[in-house]
């Protein structure tokens, strides 16, 4: 036999005994055929084979190198010295080995799919969907190329397509458990809880012990409000030991919405124990801390987080927002001198809600709203036709028609609408309560439902199956607020009022309700809704509204009796150290003056009189007031002397109180709707002099009134003699403003026109 018959030979071995699995002699039978023929290509690629089988990728990418320098033309050792070089870790280099394949062979399913699996890894999914869409257009009925490229739809965000793609793999793999829950997934993200769930009995019914499959049924059982029963699929996907390392934090945020403080502590400090979830668990901690008013222990679990990654979704915000309430102004400002001029610009860094605090910038508002909201695009519902009706049929959708700010301002509005016009429904998505507010709410509407059990998807067809024509989201970006039911399409005209200052940024949200001083013309493109401009102030008022009748006196307050006292009733976290300075330049100037703050929490108070003390000021200058019930709380108002207002986020609800006790409020207005509600409350009550546009001149006034006895009491008589009579506590006016306003907007739509700006004082369509 001459020496190439006896390398074939060799070849033929050791082929033959690859595909009997046994490499260690096929390597053998290689060898053997290159001592015959040292250059041959062939046995070189297959000594290369038979040590990717070995798990050897070193002396495989050898033996691959010798075979393609001799033969560049072979596609399939192009492949495989891709395949070792990813089992290198060369990534980059394995996609370049997988491109040679193809230039050799197009048609080369195998390299397509392999390189798009390496491009994955890489993190280039676009590129990585154009594989595998290759791979199939070869191979058509390749079931995982189908998968594989629904998956980079899925990381894409284009989840109706990456939908189509799974149909099309699992019709050729129907069997193959994964591609089950990822389809559910899919699903879910499209606001489809019902159908994801019949992905997760198909995935278990072929693999009971699939921990993916039980862990989308809890995701699934969370989207249907099933919570009880999706902490029980949590803990079930646990028990299979294969949990990735988000399943604790969605088990602990389950409980943690159960109220369970304790059992959710427990799930996220097993979380802290795997470096893939431990920055999120100390975040989460931090959460447990907070709810329980512990704000200093949720401020040492928040650096915790921040240590880890700094850059974690919304932790920033959530840090920030935390230091703010117990006035620790540090981190605050160690974060904006190393971060600059970008310092708010962080996509993903702030919550909408903890930048209104932070910044007077209605651009960056509308950035962390746009981003926030990217949670619910893909949810797309359509727009539903109601059945005509005699009345336009209203929906007051809140978390908070019970005891709250939000409640005390619009009940009056609530029983003052014309039930002969409109047909009053109030959804309560914030739990069952039994309080004298809840009563009031529920005697002032035609229905009264309690949705805090029931899904999103549920919510929104209760509202369609009552036939809603104008859903009003009373919630926004506040606590516990749902904006999923508005996505889902509630109504065919949907409007955020009230409970946020600001924009959404969400789809389903066609209007925002505004007046011309919180949302001035030219503002509109900081706002994704159509602005509805009020002719007076935008916010509701209730003027039936009692007064404590308790005649507290400045000793028992803890006030000097000479003082003149200035006061500020907001929440703590609206206090920023610029502002505190502005204050504390103005007690300077009034040596006789004090600063009446509320007491929220203890570690706050401290830090307060320290920030005092800083400044060249007596601590004991500065007075505390404890929290009190609301007819005793606007009672004692009439202690004070002048109520000095926060930047940039002003008083709203706690200005209108100390407007309605007799309480002048001077503020100083920014650009954002949070900044600037002080002043549409101040123009509405008829005393546009309290408002300010410069912080000069803001703590020049406070300066100047202190000083001038005659000048406040002439304000304070004018403010007794507009009460009653100026459009900001004339609750029938303000009522019928906003019945206008629902009307212009339903209206619109029965014409078959798009939402548009509405100008409530012309009665038209603004220009």
Same mark, same amino acid.
């Given at each position: 036999?001459?020496?190439?018959?006896?390398?074939?030979?060799?070849?033929?071995?050791?082929?033959?005994?690859?595909?009997?699995?046994?490499?260690?002699?096929?390597?053998?039978?290689?060898?053997?055929?290159?001592?015959?023929?040292?250059?041959?290509?062939?046995?070189?690629?297959?000594? !290369?084979?038979?040590?990717?089988?070995?798990?050897?990728?070193?002396?495989?990418?050898?033996?691959?190198?010798?075979?393609?320098?001799?033969?560049?033309?072979?596609?399939?050792?192009? $492949?495989?010295?891709?395949?070792?070089?990813?089992?290198?870790?060369? $990534?980059?280099?394995?996609?370049?080995?997988?491109?040679?394949?193809?230039?050799?062979?197009?048609?080369?399913?195998?390299?397509?799919?392999?390189?798009?699996?390496?491009?994955?890894?890489? !993190?280039?999914?676009?590129?990585?969907?154009?594989?595998?869409?290759?791979?199939?257009?070869?191979?058509?009925?390749?079931?995982?190329?189908?998968?594989q490229a629904a998956n980079m739809l899925f990381r894409m965000r284009r989840f109706? #397509?990456?939908?189509?793609?799974? *149909?099309?793999?699992?019709?050729?793999?129907?069997?193959?458990?994964?591609?089950?829950?990822?389809?559910?997934?899919?699903?879910? #993200?499209?606001?489809?809880?019902?159908?994801?769930?019949?992905?997760?009995?198909?995935?278990?019914?072929?693999?009971?012990?699939?921990?993916?499959?039980?862990?989308?049924?809890?995701?699934?059982?969370?989207?249907?409000?099933?919570?009880? #029963?999706?902490?029980?699929?949590?803990?079930?996907?646990?028990?299979?030991?294969?949990?990735?390392?988000?399943?604790?934090?969605?088990?602990?945020?389950?409980?943690?919405?159960?109220?369970?403080? +304790?059992?959710?502590?427990?799930?996220?400090? /097993?979380?802290?124990?795997?470096?893939?979830?431990?920055?999120?668990?100390?975040? @989460?901690?931090?959460?447990?801390?907070?709810?329980?008013? /512990?704000?200093?222990?949720?401020? %040492?679990?928040?650096?915790?987080?921040?240590?880890?990654?700094?850059?974690?979704?919304?932790?920033?915000?959530?840090?920030?927002?935390?230091?703010?309430?117990?006035?620790?102004? &540090?981190?605050?400002?160690?974060?904006?001198?190393?971060?600059? *001029?970008?310092?708010?610009?962080?996509?993903?860094?702030?919550?909408?809600?903890?930048?209104?605090?932070?910044?007077?910038?209605?651009? $960056?508002?509308?950035?962390?709203?746009?981003?926030?909201? !990217? &949670?619910?695009?893909?949810?797309?519902?359509?727009?539903?036709?109601?059945?005509?009706?005699?009345?336009?049929?209203?929906?007051?959708?809140?978390?908070?028609?019970?005891?709250?700010?939000?409640?005390?301002?619009?009940?009056?509005?609530?029983?003052?609408?014309?039930?002969?016009?409109? #047909?009053?429904?109030?959804?309560?998505?914030?739990?069952?309560?039994?309080?004298?507010?809840?009563?009031?709410?529920?005697?002032?509407?035609?229905?009264?439902?309690?949705?805090?059990?029931?899904?999103?998807?549920?919510?929104?067809?209760?509202?369609?199956?009552?036939?809603?024509?104008?859903?009003?989201?009373l919630n926004g970006y506040s606590t516990n607020n749902r904006p999923g039911l508005?996505?889902?399409?509630?109504?065919?005209?949907?409007?955020?009022?009230?409970?946020?200052?600001?924009?959404?940024?969400?789809?389903?949200?066609?209007?925002?309700?505004?007046?011309?001083?919180?949302?001035?013309?030219?503002?509109?493109?900081?706002?994704?809704?159509?602005?509805?401009?009020?002719?007076?102030?935008?916010?509701?008022?209730?003027?039936?509204?009692?007064?404590?009748?308790?005649?507290?006196?400045?000793?028992?307050?803890?006030?000097?009796?000479?003082?003149?006292?200035?006061?500020?009733?907001?929440?703590?976290? &609206?206090?920023?150290?610029?502002?505190?300075?502005?204050?504390?330049?103005?007690?300077?100037?009034?040596?006789?003056?004090?600063?009446?703050? $509320? %007491?929220? @929490?203890?570690?706050?108070?401290?830090?307060?009189?320290?920030?005092?003390?800083?400044?060249?000021? *007596?601590?004991? /200058?500065? +007075?505390?007031?404890?929290?009190?019930?609301?007819?005793?709380?606007?009672?004692?108002?009439?202690?004070?002397?002048?109520?000095?207002?926060?930047?940039?986020?002003?008083?709203?609800?706690?200005?209108? *109180?100390?407007?309605?006790?007799?309480?002048?409020?001077?503020?100083?207005?920014?650009?954002?709707?949070?900044?600037?509600?002080?002043?549409?409350?101040?123009?509405?009550?008829?005393?546009?002099?309290?408002?300010?546009?410069?912080?000069?001149?803001?703590?020049t006034t406070a300066i100047r009134l202190a000083r001038d006895p005659a000048a406040?009491?002439? =304000?304070?008589?004018?403010?007794?003699?507009?009460?009653?009579?100026?459009?900001?506590?004339?609750?029938?006016?303000?009522?019928?403003?906003?019945?206008?306003?629902?009307?212009?907007?339903?209206?619109?739509?029965?014409?078959?026109?798009?939402?548009?700006?509405?100008? =409530?004082?012309?009665?038209?369509?603004?220009?």
């Amino acid at each position: 036999m001459t020496a190439p018959d006896g390398a074939l030979a060799w070849m033929q071995s050791g082929e033959a005994l690859l595909r009997a699995g046994q490499a260690g002699k096929a390597l053998d039978a290689f060898d053997a055929g290159l001592a015959l023929v040292p250059g041959d290509p062939g046995l070189h690629a297959g000594r !290369g084979k038979a040590l990717l089988a070995l798990q050897r990728p070193s002396e495989a990418l050898a033996a691959y190198d010798l075979a393609l320098a001799s033969h560049p033309a072979m596609a399939g050792a192009h $492949l495989d010295r891709g395949v070792a070089l990813r089992r290198l870790g060369r $990534l980059e280099d394995a996609v370049l080995a997988y491109e040679r394949a193809i230039a050799v062979d197009p048609r080369l399913a195998a390299a397509h799919f392999n390189r798009a699996n390496a491009l994955v890894a890489l !993190g280039r999914d676009g590129a990585a969907l154009e594989g595998y869409r290759a791979t199939t257009a070869i191979t058509p009925r390749f079931a995982e190329s189908h998968l594989q490229a629904a998956n980079m739809l899925f990381r894409m965000r284009r989840f109706a #397509e990456a939908l189509e793609a799974y *149909d099309f793999g699992l019709q050729l793999a129907p069997d193959n458990a994964i591609g089950h829950v990822n389809r559910g997934t899919a699903l879910l #993200e499209l606001g489809r809880p019902e159908d994801a769930r019949a992905c997760c009995a198909r995935a278990l019914a072929l693999d009971p012990g699939l921990c993916e499959a039980h862990s989308l049924h809890g995701n699934v059982l969370v989207a249907l409000r099933r919570l009880p #029963e999706a902490v029980l699929a949590f803990e079930r996907a646990l028990a299979t030991g294969r949990a990735a390392p988000g399943l604790l934090l969605s088990l602990g945020n389950t409980l943690r919405t159960l109220r369970d403080p +304790v059992r959710a502590r427990e799930a996220y400090l /097993r979380a802290t124990a795997s470096p893939g979830s431990a920055a999120a668990a100390w975040f @989460n901690l931090g959460n447990i801390e907070r709810d329980a008013a /512990r704000y200093e222990a949720a401020a %040492e679990r928040y650096d915790r987080a921040y240590a880890i990654d700094p850059d974690l979704d919304y932790l920033v915000g959530t840090r920030l927002f935390n230091a703010m309430t117990i006035a620790d102004w &540090k981190p605050l400002q160690d974060y904006a001198t190393r971060r600059g *001029d970008a310092a708010f610009t962080e996509p993903r860094g702030f919550s909408p809600f903890s930048l209104l605090g932070l910044v007077d910038d209605p651009a $960056l508002h509308l950035q962390a709203a746009r981003s926030w909201a !990217g &949670k619910w695009s893909a949810l797309d519902a359509g727009t539903p036709t109601p059945r005509p009706g005699s009345r336009i049929r209203l929906c007051y959708v809140s978390s908070d028609l019970q005891e709250h700010a939000v409640a005390f301002l619009i009940a009056g509005a609530l029983e003052a609408h014309d039930r002969t016009q409109f #047909e009053i429904t109030a959804f309560s998505i914030g739990g069952p309560r039994d309080d004298p507010m809840r009563r009031r709410l529920a005697a002032a509407c035609d229905a009264f439902v309690d949705c805090s059990a029931m899904s999103d998807e549920d919510v929104a067809a209760a509202a369609r199956a009552l036939d809603i024509d104008v859903a009003i989201d009373l919630n926004g970006y506040s606590t516990n607020n749902r904006p999923g039911l508005f996505v889902r399409r509630c109504a065919p005209v949907q409007i955020s009022y009230l409970g946020f200052p600001g924009t959404t940024a969400l789809p389903g949200l066609d209007y925002v309700v505004a007046d011309p001083v919180v949302i001035p013309h030219g503002h509109e493109h900081h706002y994704t809704e159509k602005v509805i401009r009020l002719p007076n102030s935008y916010q509701a008022n209730d003027r039936s509204r009692t007064i404590g009748s308790r005649a507290w006196s400045r000793d028992e307050l803890g006030l000097p009796a000479q003082a003149f006292v200035f006061c500020c009733f907001n929440n703590n976290f &609206k206090i920023l150290p610029e502002t505190f300075a502005r204050w504390m330049r103005i007690l300077e100037a009034v040596p006789h003056g004090v600063l009446w703050l $509320l %007491e929220d @929490n203890a570690p706050a108070t401290r830090n307060l009189r320290a920030a005092a003390r800083g400044h060249g000021v *007596d601590p004991a /200058r500065i +007075v505390f007031a404890r929290r009190a019930p609301l007819d005793d709380h606007i009672a004692r108002h009439r202690c004070a002397d002048l109520f000095l207002d926060t930047l940039p986020y002003n008083a709203h609800t706690t200005a209108s *109180d100390a407007l309605w006790a007799g309480l002048p409020v001077l503020t100083l207005a920014g650009r954002s709707f949070a900044g600037r509600v002080a002043a549409s409350l101040l123009h509405a009550v008829g005393l546009p002099e309290l408002v300010t546009h410069t912080p000069e001149q803001y703590e020049t006034t406070a300066i100047r009134l202190a000083r001038d006895p005659a000048a406040l009491a002439a =304000i304070r008589g004018k403010l007794t003699a507009n009460r009653l009579t100026a459009p900001l506590f004339d609750t029938p006016r303000f009522t019928r403003d906003l019945e206008a306003a629902y009307r212009l907007a339903h209206a619109r739509h029965l014409e078959g026109l798009p939402p548009d700006h509405l100008d =409530i004082a012309r009665g038209t369509t603004a220009p």
